[in-house]
Protein backbone atom coordinates (compact mmCIF):
# COMPACT_ATOMS: atom_id res chain seq x y z
CA UNK A 1 0.00 0.00 0.00
CA UNK A 2 1.02 3.84 -0.31
CA UNK A 3 -0.03 6.07 1.79
CA UNK A 4 1.49 9.06 0.01
CA UNK A 5 -1.50 9.30 -1.55
CA UNK A 6 -2.92 10.02 1.71
CA UNK A 7 -0.61 12.72 2.63
CA UNK A 8 -1.17 14.34 -1.07
CA UNK A 9 -5.05 14.75 -0.48
CA UNK A 10 -5.20 14.56 2.79
CA UNK A 11 -6.09 18.32 2.25
CA UNK A 12 -9.28 17.49 -0.25
CA UNK A 13 -9.96 15.08 2.72
CA UNK A 14 -10.53 17.54 5.47
CA UNK A 15 -12.75 19.51 2.87
CA UNK A 16 -14.87 17.02 2.79
CA UNK A 17 -15.37 16.46 6.70
CA UNK A 18 -15.85 20.21 6.80
CA UNK A 19 -19.17 18.98 4.93
CA UNK A 20 -19.61 16.51 6.68
CA UNK A 21 -19.47 18.31 9.88
CA UNK A 22 -22.17 20.54 8.30
CA UNK A 23 -24.28 18.23 7.83
CA UNK A 24 -23.97 16.79 11.15
CA UNK A 25 -24.54 19.83 13.27
CA UNK A 26 -26.95 21.14 11.44
CA UNK A 27 -29.36 18.33 11.22
CA UNK A 28 -29.19 17.60 14.99
CA UNK A 29 -29.74 21.42 15.68
CA UNK A 30 -33.03 21.66 13.55
CA UNK A 31 -33.67 17.78 14.81
CA UNK A 32 -33.35 18.65 18.63
CA UNK A 33 -35.77 21.93 18.05
CA UNK A 34 -38.21 19.77 16.19
CA UNK A 35 -38.10 16.70 19.03
CA UNK A 36 -39.02 18.34 21.78
CA UNK A 37 -42.50 19.32 21.01
CA UNK A 38 -43.31 15.51 19.11
CA UNK A 39 -41.57 14.19 22.32
CA UNK A 40 -43.94 16.76 24.79
CA UNK A 41 -46.81 15.53 22.37
CA UNK A 42 -46.01 11.81 22.49
CA UNK A 43 -46.54 11.57 25.95
CA UNK A 44 -49.88 13.31 25.98
CA UNK A 45 -53.17 12.04 27.65
CA UNK A 46 -55.36 13.01 24.78
CA UNK A 47 -55.32 10.00 21.98
CA UNK A 48 -55.65 11.98 19.22
CA UNK A 49 -52.45 14.36 19.85
CA UNK A 50 -50.33 11.22 20.58
CA UNK A 51 -51.14 9.58 17.51
CA UNK A 52 -49.69 11.88 15.14
CA UNK A 53 -46.15 11.98 16.30
CA UNK A 54 -46.24 7.96 17.23
CA UNK A 55 -47.33 7.93 12.95
CA UNK A 56 -44.21 10.21 12.30
CA UNK A 57 -41.79 8.53 14.36
CA UNK A 58 -42.84 5.16 13.17
CA UNK A 59 -42.36 6.53 9.56
CA UNK A 60 -39.04 7.41 10.10
CA UNK A 61 -37.34 4.97 12.54
CA UNK A 62 -38.83 2.28 10.11
CA UNK A 63 -38.04 3.33 7.08
CA UNK A 64 -34.18 3.62 5.96
CA UNK A 65 -32.24 7.05 5.58
CA UNK A 66 -31.05 6.33 2.28
CA UNK A 67 -34.93 5.82 1.14
CA UNK A 68 -35.83 8.84 2.75
CA UNK A 69 -33.07 11.19 1.40
CA UNK A 70 -33.79 10.00 -1.78
CA UNK A 71 -37.40 10.83 -1.48
CA UNK A 72 -36.47 14.18 -0.58
CA UNK A 73 -33.95 14.52 -3.09
CA UNK A 74 -35.91 13.02 -6.24
CA UNK A 75 -39.45 12.75 -5.20
CA UNK A 76 -39.76 15.99 -4.11
CA UNK A 77 -38.97 17.30 -8.02
CA UNK A 78 -41.57 15.48 -9.36
CA UNK A 79 -43.87 17.62 -8.54
CA UNK A 80 -44.73 20.93 -10.41
CA UNK A 81 -45.83 22.81 -7.30
CA UNK A 82 -42.96 22.30 -5.27
CA UNK A 83 -40.86 23.52 -8.59
CA UNK A 84 -42.90 26.44 -8.68
CA UNK A 85 -42.91 27.13 -5.28
CA UNK A 86 -40.81 29.39 -2.92
CA UNK A 87 -38.81 26.57 -1.73
CA UNK A 88 -37.52 25.60 -5.01
CA UNK A 89 -34.42 27.22 -4.62
CA UNK A 90 -33.43 24.95 -1.38
CA UNK A 91 -35.01 21.86 -2.90
CA UNK A 92 -33.09 21.69 -5.79
CA UNK A 93 -29.72 22.19 -3.63
CA UNK A 94 -28.48 18.53 -2.93
CA UNK A 95 -27.01 19.83 0.09
CA UNK A 96 -30.04 21.53 1.65
CA UNK A 97 -31.85 18.18 0.37
CA UNK A 98 -29.44 16.18 2.95
CA UNK A 99 -30.15 18.35 5.57
CA UNK A 100 -33.86 17.85 5.77
CA UNK A 101 -33.66 14.17 5.54
CA UNK A 102 -31.09 14.05 8.39
CA UNK A 103 -32.90 16.46 10.03
CA UNK A 104 -36.46 14.41 9.66
CA UNK A 105 -35.19 11.19 10.68
CA UNK A 106 -32.89 12.41 14.06
CA UNK A 107 -35.83 14.23 14.90
CA UNK A 108 -38.30 11.02 14.87
CA UNK A 109 -35.07 9.25 17.22
CA UNK A 110 -34.17 11.56 19.25
CA UNK A 111 -37.73 12.20 19.90
CA UNK A 112 -38.21 8.65 21.53
CA UNK A 113 -35.14 9.65 23.00
CA UNK A 114 -36.59 12.83 25.08
CA UNK A 115 -39.50 10.63 25.24
CA UNK A 116 -37.85 8.10 27.38
CA UNK A 117 -35.87 9.76 29.38
CA UNK A 118 -39.03 12.03 30.45
CA UNK A 119 -40.29 9.26 31.19
CA UNK A 120 -37.54 7.43 33.20
CA UNK A 121 -37.93 10.83 36.19
CA UNK A 122 -39.66 9.22 39.37
CA UNK A 123 -42.49 9.54 39.78
CA UNK A 124 -41.40 11.63 43.34
CA UNK A 125 -40.32 14.11 41.65
CA UNK A 126 -43.31 15.01 39.75
CA UNK A 127 -45.43 14.43 42.80
CA UNK A 128 -43.00 16.50 45.13
CA UNK A 129 -43.74 19.61 41.62
CA UNK A 130 -47.06 19.55 42.76
CA UNK A 131 -47.12 19.89 46.12
CA UNK A 132 -44.98 23.01 46.05
CA UNK A 133 -47.76 24.45 43.80
CA UNK A 134 -45.79 24.79 40.12
CA UNK A 135 -47.82 24.87 37.28
CA UNK A 136 -46.83 21.88 34.33
CA UNK A 137 -45.06 24.78 32.54
CA UNK A 138 -42.77 25.72 35.60
CA UNK A 139 -42.95 22.00 36.32
CA UNK A 140 -41.45 21.13 32.63
CA UNK A 141 -39.16 24.42 32.27
CA UNK A 142 -37.86 24.14 36.30
CA UNK A 143 -37.47 20.57 37.23
CA UNK A 144 -38.42 18.14 34.77
CA UNK A 145 -36.53 19.33 31.12
CA UNK A 146 -33.32 20.16 33.06
CA UNK A 147 -33.68 16.61 34.68
CA UNK A 148 -34.76 15.00 31.38
CA UNK A 149 -31.80 16.54 29.84
CA UNK A 150 -29.17 15.32 32.13
CA UNK A 151 -31.03 11.61 31.24
CA UNK A 152 -30.59 12.02 27.92
CA UNK A 153 -26.98 12.99 27.56
CA UNK A 154 -25.54 9.12 27.02
CA UNK A 155 -28.37 8.55 24.52
CA UNK A 156 -28.01 11.65 22.37
CA UNK A 157 -24.25 11.54 22.36
CA UNK A 158 -24.71 8.03 21.03
CA UNK A 159 -27.09 9.75 18.43
CA UNK A 160 -25.43 12.09 17.02
CA UNK A 161 -22.38 9.39 16.51
CA UNK A 162 -25.34 7.61 14.61
CA UNK A 163 -25.49 10.54 12.38
CA UNK A 164 -22.16 11.14 11.81
CA UNK A 165 -22.05 8.27 10.20
CA UNK A 166 -25.16 8.09 8.60
CA UNK A 167 -24.10 11.31 6.62
CA UNK A 168 -21.86 9.08 4.95
CA UNK A 169 -25.08 8.63 2.54
CA UNK A 170 -25.17 11.90 1.38
CA UNK A 171 -22.56 10.84 -0.49
CA UNK A 172 -25.30 8.90 -3.32
CA UNK A 173 -27.05 12.38 -4.15
CA UNK A 174 -23.39 14.31 -4.98
CA UNK A 175 -22.29 15.60 -2.33
CA UNK A 176 -18.68 15.97 -1.63
CA UNK A 177 -18.99 15.04 2.05
CA UNK A 178 -15.86 12.54 3.33
CA UNK A 179 -17.11 9.99 2.11
CA UNK A 180 -18.07 11.50 -1.28
CA UNK A 181 -14.47 13.17 -1.35
CA UNK A 182 -12.67 9.47 -0.55
CA UNK A 183 -14.84 8.10 -3.75
CA UNK A 184 -13.75 11.03 -5.71
CA UNK A 185 -10.06 10.76 -4.80
CA UNK A 186 -10.35 6.71 -5.22
CA UNK A 187 -12.03 7.56 -9.10
CA UNK A 188 -8.49 9.49 -9.45
CA UNK A 189 -6.13 7.28 -7.89
CA UNK A 190 -7.09 3.99 -7.97
CA UNK A 191 -6.57 3.67 -4.32
CA UNK A 192 -9.38 2.41 -1.78
CA UNK A 193 -7.95 0.62 0.61
CA UNK A 194 -5.48 3.76 1.68
CA UNK A 195 -8.30 6.30 1.36
CA UNK A 196 -10.97 4.78 2.84
CA UNK A 197 -8.58 3.55 6.06
CA UNK A 198 -8.04 7.31 6.12
CA UNK A 199 -11.41 8.34 5.61
CA UNK A 200 -12.27 6.10 8.44
CA UNK A 201 -9.80 7.05 10.59
CA UNK A 202 -10.90 10.84 10.26
CA UNK A 203 -14.71 9.18 11.72
CA UNK A 204 -13.14 7.31 14.25
CA UNK A 205 -11.25 10.60 15.60
CA UNK A 206 -14.57 12.68 15.11
CA UNK A 207 -16.79 10.01 17.40
CA UNK A 208 -14.03 9.83 19.76
CA UNK A 209 -14.52 13.49 20.12
CA UNK A 210 -18.07 13.89 20.33
CA UNK A 211 -17.62 10.93 22.86
CA UNK A 212 -15.44 12.60 25.08
CA UNK A 213 -17.30 15.98 25.30
CA UNK A 214 -20.62 14.22 26.00
CA UNK A 215 -18.59 12.32 28.74
CA UNK A 216 -17.70 15.53 29.79
CA UNK A 217 -21.22 17.32 29.94
CA UNK A 218 -22.57 13.80 31.64
CA UNK A 219 -20.08 14.21 34.47
CA UNK A 220 -20.61 18.08 34.86
CA UNK A 221 -24.92 17.44 34.81
CA UNK A 222 -25.34 14.53 37.14
CA UNK A 223 -22.62 15.38 39.23
CA UNK A 224 -25.22 15.52 42.22
CA UNK A 225 -27.81 13.53 41.04
CA UNK A 226 -28.09 10.00 40.69
CA UNK A 227 -28.04 8.86 36.99
CA UNK A 228 -30.66 7.36 35.38
CA UNK A 229 -30.38 5.33 31.58
CA UNK A 230 -32.77 4.75 28.81
CA UNK A 231 -32.35 2.54 25.98
CA UNK A 232 -31.34 4.06 22.32
CA UNK A 233 -33.68 3.45 19.64
CA UNK A 234 -32.27 0.92 17.05
CA UNK A 235 -31.43 2.39 13.81
CA UNK A 236 -31.24 -0.97 12.26
Known amino acids: MDFSVV ?9 GTWVSLQLVLLSIVLGGVFA ?29 LLVQIFLVYYGASQFDAVRESI ?3 ILKEPFWCAIIAF ?7 TAEIFRG ?11 ACKVVGMSKVQ ?8 RAFGIVLPAYGNEIILMLKGSALASTITILDLTGMART ?8 MEIFLAAGGIYLIISIVIIAIFRQI ?15 PDKG
Not at 103 to 109: G, M
Not at 221 to 232: A, P
Open 7 to 15: VEYFPRLLE
Open 36 to 64: LPIALARISPVAWIKAIPFAYIFFFRGTP
Open 87 to 89: FWP
Open 103 to 109: TLNTSAY
Open 117 to 127: AIQAIPQGEVE
Open 139 to 146: MYRRVLLP
Open 185 to 192: IIARTYTP
Open 218 to 232: ELRQNRYLGTLSIKV
